[in-house]
T-cell receptor, first 109, second 115 residues
């Protein structure tokens, strides 16, 4: 079956670094997406990885290992506005997104 | 700005009373999606259109229907809402399908409550 696993909730301190992990099992693979979703709002696109390695975008970086079915989202210099849910989604062989339930990130001052 | 617009943001309906949610886009994207998302859960794809080609997910209840009269608009009709249909409904678009790197762009969602 198809499955995405990510932690339900994480807590971090303002100014610190946090890594949110995601493991995936999908029928075929056409890339891994990370989205940010603030409470009561729509998901917004953060990053896309299809090749192994690290993609850096400002304070956010995303890593992929295809052989391990593993990705992580790294957030640096955390700000209070980064408090949100972070959803991992794998694109399967039919180009459909298989979504995780999201990791709720709580930032404390 | 090009965007995906959903109306209304909040919708309240009565048990069993039909309701229609709307979505419009100015991105001129070929693909439009409807998702249902319940609290702390993954978005669940209900159906999507590639242009006028309708694709229904196997486990989408018959109670949910969709229409896409033109490129810009897409509607979600819930014929007889039950209490279990209370959720956030998200509309998304993507420029194409079969292109792995193409992200989906979401509207702000419609939160549906059932009385």
């Amino acid at each position: 079956g198809q499955n995405i696993d990510q932690p339900t909730e994480m807590t971090a301190t303002e100014g610190a670094i946090v890594q949110i992990n995601c493991t995936y099992q999908t029928s075929g693979f056409n890339g891994l997406f990370w989205y940010q979703q603030h409470a009561g709002e729509a998901p917004t696109f953060l990053s896309y990885n299809v090749l192994d390695g690290l993609e850096e975008k400002g304070r956010f970086s995303s890593f992929l290992s295809r052989s391990k079915g593993y990705s992580y989202l790294l957030l640096k210099e955390l700000q209070m506005k980064d408090s949100a849910s972070y959803l991992c989604a794998s694109m399967d062989s039919n180009y459909q997104l298989i979504w995780g339930a999201g990791t709720k990130l709580i930032i404390k001052p | 700005d090009a965007m995906v617009i959903q109306n209304p943001r909040y919708q309240v309906t009565q048990f069993g009373k039909p309701v229609t949610l709307s979505c419009s886009q100015t991105l001129n994207h070929n693909v439009m999606y409807w998702y249902q998302q319940k609290s702390s859960q993954a978005p669940k794809l209900l159906f999507h259109y590639y242009d006028k080609d309708f694709n229904n997910e196997a486990d989408t209840p018959d109670n949910f229907q969709s229409r896409r009269p033109n490129t810009s608009f897409c509607f979600l009709d819930i014929r007889s809402p039950g209490l279990g249909d209370a959720a956030m409904y998200l509309c998304a678009t993507s420029r194409d399908q079969g292109t792995g790197s193409e992200p989906q762009h979401f509207g702000d969602g419609t939160r549906l409550s059932i009385l």
